[in-house]
């Protein structure tokens, strides 16, 4: 459908209900901004937790300018993790794109999110699910497991940063 002699407010719309569409269905528009990308690519993270059995605690979690995007239960473990959107032909992987920089303010938010807790948790963990954006517009989700982010010593309930 050409949308090329339509005024704003009418592309305003068939954006908006193409999206709700997608939502729907699951799959994912050919001109999708960035946003609607790594909205999705959290759904898709989220659908992928429930069957695994992972109880969602958070989603989106911010402390000051970091944020985490999922917490959840793996039985008694807790789960802090990243999502990384990424075309099927991205050249770097969702896994190397969570940099040193990256790293750092997950690990500023992790911690602060152990230390608001009534109970902290005594197993914690990082993973990062990369979602691979296919052609036919689904996510496929590649779990990376116990990614190193925490000093091997660091336990939540002491004050060290």
Known sequence: MSLSNTPAYLKRIHRVCESLFFHWVGRLPENSTRAERGRFGERVARRYCRRLNYRIVARNWRHKRHEVD?????GEVLVFIEVRARKATALVS????VDARKKAGL??????????MSYPAKHFRFDIIEVQLLHDGRGEPRHYKNIELFH????PDSRTP
Do not use: N, T
């Open 70 to 74: 999922l917490i959840c239960r793996d």
């Open 152 to 155: 091997k010593h660091f336990r």
């Open 94 to 97: 969702g896994y190397y794109s």
């Open 107 to 116: 690990e500023l938010a992790c911690k602060a999110f152990l230390r608001q």
